[in-house]
């Protein structure tokens, strides 16, 4: 919306030109971000105690001491990211862009699962909600109609083609098989986050560091000028997805701030799954889907770690490989206090992140 006030009154006054750069209404659009969550954080948390008596439902067969420390604390606090977000968007965006209508729709939709998902959680009192099944289909008719409308809208050479990392001009055009490829980038993504969120603050800051990598991916290959002078894929349209990131960066600081250990409040699926599908997403747009794993190195730790878990387990006929699986809590059975891990495993996506970023320029 403020977009606009460029439009019409930015030939009149210096200071609403401000509004047609994509570097100002990120800024504003984190800031706005962080402010809505501080301002209703506390009001919504007081709410969602008063609706959720007992608090998220704890796993049986999760590390015993969540028992004891995390019983009561309420869930679906993802509510409160989603709405700072979208406000956010809708403000700073140019919301004449197709792509910022897909990565809202995509995040809510998602959103809408996982809120499904908890609220099953919640008023069956049990850590089981929506069945896998139900919920990947779900996932994958949102992600496959999202997928295929950005084939529509990318330029036609590069539709289907996905960049390698580190080498120059190296695509490879997928053709008819980019969509199931693109399919497992927004799925593994958004489970693969949701797979992480079993510790206070483990998967927002993981999030908010790939959220700023794509910030700053999505500005460059927006621009024609950066995008041919780093040799990476130039699209149209895609700078001003750098205005979803910095709403996504926003809104996880201001959760953060009541998600730090100990939290008074849990993400949920709410918030998981549609943190993971926007950054799958925000690959598959800007054609940085292999340099997602990279960023989001952490998130395919985790998930490799239940597939290796589960796999080995079914095989050797009950033994594990790690002494509970998602790793994180291999690490709490050793004896890591929790703190411990989150801030390890931050240092680590920290580390990713950069070397993420690096393939931008060593290529």
């Known amino acids: 919306m403020f977009y606009y006030l460029y439009a019409l009154w930015g030939h009149e006054s210096g200071f609403f030109n401000l509004f047609r750069y994509i570097t100002f209404r990120t800024v504003g659009a984190l800031l706005t971000a962080l402010l809505i969550s501080f301002l209703c954080g506390p009001m919504f948390i007081g709410w969602l105690k008063k609706r959720q008596k007992k608090g998220q439902p704890i796993r049986d067969d999760g590390p015993a001491s969540h028992l ?37 729709l995509v ?16 008023t ?8 896998g099944k139900k919920k ?9 109609l999202a997928i295929y409308v950005v084939t529509k809208l990318t330029p036609a050479e590069l ?32 489970n693969a986050v949701n797979l992480t969120d079993g510790l206070d603050g483990l998967s927002i800051g993981p999030v908010m560091i790939a ?28 700078g001003e997805l750098a205005i979803f990131c910095g709403a996504l960066v926003g809104a996880g600081l201001g959760f953060l701030w009541y ?5 008074m409040v849990f993400m949920g699926d709410t918030g998981s799954l549609p943190a993971g599908a926007a950054l799958g997403m925000m690959a598959v747009i800007t ?77």
């Not at 990947?136 to 496959?144: H, K, P, R, T, V």
């Not at 289907?160 to 399919?183: E, R």
């Not at 998600?259 to 939290?263: I, L, Q, R, V």
């Not at 994180?328 to 390890?344: D, L, Q, Y």
Request: net charge positive; glycine share 8%; aromatic share 14%.
């Open 68 to 104: 004891l420390t995390k019983q009561g604390t309420p869930t679906m606090g993802g509510s409160l990211i989603l709405f700072a977000v979208t406000t956010s968007v809708l403000l700073w965006a140019k919301l004449t862009n197709p792509y910022v209508w897909i990565m809202l």
């Open 107 to 122: 995040t809510l939709g998602f959103g809408f699962i996982g809120a499904c998902d908890d609220y099953l959680k919640l």
């Open 287 to 363: 054609k940085h889907e292999l340099v997602l794993a990279i960023v989001g190195g952490l998130f395919v730790m985790e998930a490799i770690s239940v597939i290796l878990q589960v796999g080995y387990f079914k095989l050797s006929g009950g033994k594990r490989i790690f002494l509970m699986a998602p790793i994180h809590h291999h690490f709490e059975k050793k004896g890591w206090s929790e703190p411990t891990i989150v801030f390890r495993f931050w240092i680590i996506s920290l580390v990713l992140a950069l070397i993420g970023l690096a393939t931008l320029k060593l290529r």
């Open 159 to 190: 539709s289907t083609s996905t960049s390698i990392p580190f080498f120059k001009h190296l695509w490879v055009n997928l053709g008819w098989f980019y969509i199931p490829f693109s399919l497992v980038v927004v799925l593994g993504s958004s």
């Open 136 to 144: 990947l289909l779900f996932q994958l008719l949102i992600s496959l």
């Open 124 to 131: 069956k009192q049990t850590s089981k909600g929506l069945s």
């Open 211 to 238: 959220a700023i990598c794509f910030m700053l991916i999505s500005y460059l290959v927006g621009n024609h000028v950066f995008a041919n002078y780093l040799q990476i894929p130039f699209i149209p349209g895609t």
């Open 259 to 263: 998600n730090a250990p100990p939290a």
